[in-house]
Nanobody, 126 residues
Framework: QVQLVESGGGSVQAGGSLRLSCAAS??????MAWFRQAPGKEREGVAAIDFLGSTNYEDSAQGRFTISCDNAKNTLYLQMNSLKPEDTAMYYCAGRWGRGYLPVRRRLSVDEYNYWGQGTQVTVSS
């Protein structure tokens, strides 16, 4: 059974940085991603990475956030720099197991991932 456990959230001022971690138990997934959900809004994809290390970013995250994976530790990371108040949300780690190839255009889609962590809160104050 796969389990994803996020950590690293917190409260920072605008312009600050945070690094989120997601420890995965079980086998390694070929596709993993970070999503976020602000109150009253739909969950949205932030960054994704595949088994070759190829990455995809949502437009507002491009250039500020970096997704990475330590395969030896089976841990996913999201380094977030230059944080803005609009980045405030619950951040979720997600993985895809047993569903085959995932096209690039679908890698930030909620529906393509079948395992989710419990979330970690990120709050950015102005």
């Amino acid at each position: 059974q796969v389990q994803l456990v996020e950590s690293g959230g917190g409260s920072v001022q605008a312009g600050g940085s945070l690094r989120l971690s997601c420890a995965a138990s079980g086998s390694r997934s070929d596709y993993m991603a970070w999503f976020r959900q602000a109150p009253g809004k739909e969950r949205e994809g932030v960054a994704a990475i595949d088994f070759l290390g190829s990455t995809n970013y949502e437009d507002s995250a491009q250039g500020r956030f970096t997704i990475s994976c330590d395969n030896a530790k089976n841990t996913l990371y999201l380094q977030m720099n230059s944080l803005k108040p609009e980045d405030t949300a619950m951040y979720y780690c997600a993985g895809r197991w047993g569903r085959g190839y995932l096209p690039v255009r679908r890698r930030l889609s909620v529906d393509e991932y079948n395992y989710w962590g419990q979330g970690t809160q990120v709050t950015v104050s102005s």
